[in-house]
């Protein structure tokens, strides 16, 4: 028996019979779209009578048990009023048909016109024009910049704030354009941060593989924020807060009696960080001891400090006799003696931690708890010691440096840009976390965090105001949370109040409240007892420690 044949669309050729099956589309979605424009009036009075409909419906349930009565009989009777009056049929179905067409239009608003004013177009335009000589090129068929050209052709995406400044700047150049290298792109950052409105900070982000740019005006970062209890875990450290944008997370932090949530900048130290050892530079006055005297506070929640005060202006003189605080030196003979101790207890850390891997037990508790070494202005000791011929404070932080990471020892050095080339390279190869504070020029920010900062300067510069960076990661706006010294008589009573209440108890039985005498506090010496063992083993902080 012969088979019938197959219908000739799934017989014909797929390239060949695709051409009528697209043709069939094309009429039937042209009689649909015709259908749709003939039975438009029809459709908006059925989308009246329902509306109609529903609000009848809605009205009836609204009405009590009592009224629904009377109601219905004002109805019928309305009913019979229309049909005895001449016409009146008619009229009421001309009238509930022009009621039902009017609320069954559609309403769906009209777009308002969302492009700029006179004065921002004109701005953008002269913002484009301002580009050309550094995005245009000869024999380009096809310029995207020129000086007859549209700046709608080059500007994706654009706002502008209340003052009519830009805000938010999306733009896109020609592959062309040397994104790779930095002077060309300083010149087109430092062009738009001049038409944009100077005194404001701006962000750049360069997309060099869809060679776009996009310009963001940054807000402040807060400096109501004083030092606090912040919610971390044991190995974390806030150094400031920075923008939403540039981290994924947010700490609860009070100002006054207001709660909110910041993005902070958390350093991690420990024997798993990658960073274990910070350093800060800036200009005098940028923040720096407070930087130091914030961290210093924090590291006393968990472990002890020892404070090198390198300035010797008693900036630290708060943190003497504190429980956790191991000394605070600030002549060189103490900071020679206590740099020394903390070399040897560097290495008695790693000789205990060895010793107890080996036997299979847990390091003791003495040499796992976290050690912070704080100094500040180091290279002013190194000086004094080169003239009157004596070691280098900076040769005993290498054994802290180079083995702090395994043995627990936490190095957080602070200097000035005037003596940062007195700094030694042990100390300059280890500390991977790295802080900018103040005022600083583009060079200097790359020097001191390898890479320059993504945003403008600024030209008035709050007190701990700068950058970070934490190894390799990328730069970070930062702002240091108020952390003055309490014992100052310039210091805010709500500082005061916020730095004394982070203070542990004092070892004596001086009170948080009293201040130091005139003189000061005398410093804290590491150096050996006379009342010491024959061993050798020395009272430090409370603690027996063996040099």
């Known amino acids: 028996m012969a088979r019938r044949p197959l219908p000739r669309i799934l017989t014909g050729n797929p390239l060949s019979g695709s051409a009528p099956i697209a043709r069939g589309r094309e009429l039937a979605r042209s009689a649909a779209d015709g259908a749709a424009d003939v039975l438009h009036p029809l459709i908006t009075i059925s989308r009246g009578l ?21 109601l219905g009989f004002l109805a019928a009777g309305s009913v019979l009023l229309v049909t005895l009056v001449p016409y009146g049929p008619l009229l009421a179905v001309i009238g509930v048909t022009a009621a039902a067409a009017w609320l069954g239009r559609d309403r769906t608003p009209v777009a308002e016109d969302s492009g700029p004013s006179e004065a921002e177009a004109e701005r953008l335009q002269a913002l484009y024009e301002a580009l050309v000589p550094h995005f245009f090129a000869e024999g380009d068929p096809a310029p995207l910049y020129s000086h007859d050209g549209d700046w709608q052709q080059a500007f994706c995406e654009h706002a502008f704030d209340d003052d009519g400044r830009p805000a938010r700047l999306h733009l896109k150049y020609p592959a062309y354009f040397p994104d790779g290298d930095d002077g060309a792109r300083t010149a087109v950052e430092q062009l738009l941060h001049a038409k944009s409105g100077r005194g404001r900070e ?12 996009v310009l963001t005006a940054l807000g402040p970062l807060p400096t109501d924020l004083a030092a606090q209890r912040f919610v971390t875990s044991p190995g974390e450290t806030v150094l400031g807060f920075t923008d939403a944008a540039s981290v994924q997370r947010t700490l609860p932090v009070v100002c006054g009696k ?113 050690l912070w070494i704080v100094a500040d202005r180091l290279t002013a000791l190194s000086h004094l010691a080169a003239v009157e011929g004596r070691d280098d404070p900076q040769r005993l932080l290498q054994v802290p440096l180079r083995h702090g990471r395994a043995a627990g020892v936490t190095v957080a050095a602070a200097d000035q840009f005037e003596t940062a080339e007195l700094l030694s ?26 890479v320059p900062p993504h945003t ?14 934490l190894g390799t990661g990328p730069v970070l706006r930062l702002q240091v949370p108020a952390t003055p010294d309490p014992y100052d008589e310039a210091t805010g009573e709500a500082h005061r109040r916020a730095v004394l209440a982070l203070l542990p108890e004092r070892t004596g039985a001086a009170q948080d409240d009293a201040r130091p005498a005139a003189g000061g506090p005398g410093p804290v010496s590491l150096a050996k007892h006379p009342d010491a063992d024959d061993d050798g083993a020395a009272s430090v902080g409370g603690r027996r420690t063996t040099p």
Do not use: M
Request: proline share 7%; with cysteine.
């Open 202 to 213: 701006y962000r750049f982000d360069w997309d060099e593989e869809a060679n776009q740019l």
């Open 258 to 370: 207001v709660p909110r949530d910041e993005p902070p900048v958390v350093w991690r130290t420990g024997r798993r960080s990658t960073e274990p050892h910070l350093l800060a530079l800036g200009q005098p006055g940028a923040g720096g001891t407070t930087l130091l005297r914030s961290l210093a506070l924090q590291a006393l929640q968990h472990g002890d400090v020892l404070v090198v005060d390198g300035g010797g202006t008693g900036e630290f003189g708060c943190l003497v006799g504190r429980r956790g605080v191991l000394a605070v030196e600030s002549q060189l003979t103490g900071v020679l003696a206590a740099l020394e101790w903390a070399a040897h207890e560097t290495e008695r850390r790693l000789v205990a931690a060895n010793r107890a891997q080996q036997a299979g037990r847990t390091a003791p508790a003495d040499s796992r708890r976290p």
């Open 456 to 469: 403008t300067p600024l030209g008035q510069v709050p007190p701990g105001r700068g950058y970070a960076r």
């Open 50 to 70: 329902r509306r109609l409909a529903v609000a009848a419906r809605g009205r009836w349930a609204a009405t009590s048990k009592e009224q629904r009565g009377p």
């Open 425 to 450: 390279d042990p100390v300059r190869a280890h500390t991977k976390a790295r802080v900018v504070l103040g005022p600083a020029t583009a060079e200097e920010v790359r020097a001191v965090l390898g």
